[in-house]
């Protein structure tokens, strides 16, 4: 797995000139990371589709993106997120899903999340949102293969299967012990 640790500005800079390769290859570490984490975790408890974390630091509760990188840019910028968390400092940050459809930069959106996730796995936690819900259960609108087809173009329907793979492994609810 290569090293992503970068801040904020270079994750977005990176999303915004990612080939498909580069984002199908992201999406495969994001779904082995997360098969594995019930069993490589040990700061937090999951079961199942619910996860639990230790009441320390602080938490960055992000909600719904729908596509907007600026959004998210600043957010990483404000926070400063990924300098606390390769400092160590006690922070996470957690996604409430929702993090494509609307927007025209929802790739980019998931990319940058992607690469959180895979930097920072104890750090940041996924959440599953409406508009990553099952096959036969769509949100509305549901414009990412769309917007996948318009940034990868003819091979986007991989990525699209890709990223579906991803949505079921999404986590539900995130509780905070003792709070």
């Known amino acids: 797995m290569e090293n992503r640790k970068k801040d904020g500005q270079s994750l977005v800079k990176e999303s915004l000139e990612a080939s498909l390769n580069d984002f199908s290859r992201l999406i495969g570490e994001t779904v082995s990371l997360l098969r594995d984490e019930p069993r ?3 700061s937090m408890l999951i079961s199942g589709h619910l996860i639990e974390v230790p009441a320390e630091g602080e938490a960055i509760v992000v909600g719904d993106l729908h596509g907007d990188l600026e959004t998210l840019a600043q957010i990483l910028s404000a926070s400063e997120f990924t300098r606390k968390a390769e400092l160590g400092e006690p922070s996470r940050l ?48 549901h414009d990412l293969p769309m917007q996948l087809h318009d940034r990868f173009g003819e091979k986007s329907n991989e990525a699209y299967a890709r990223l579906r793979q991803l949505f079921s492994l999404l986590y539900n609810a995130v509780l905070v012990r003792d709070s």
Do not use: C, T, W
Request: no cysteine; hydrophobic share 35%.
């Open 40 to 42: 490589r975790v040990s």
């Open 94 to 141: 957690i996604f409430l899903g929702d993090y494509g459809d609307r927007g025209a930069l929802s790739p980019e959106v998931y990319y940058v999340v992607m690469s959180l996730k895979v930097s920072f796995p104890e750090r940041v936690i996924l959440l599953r949102g409406n508009h990553e819900g099952p096959e036969d259960l769509q949100a509305s609108p």
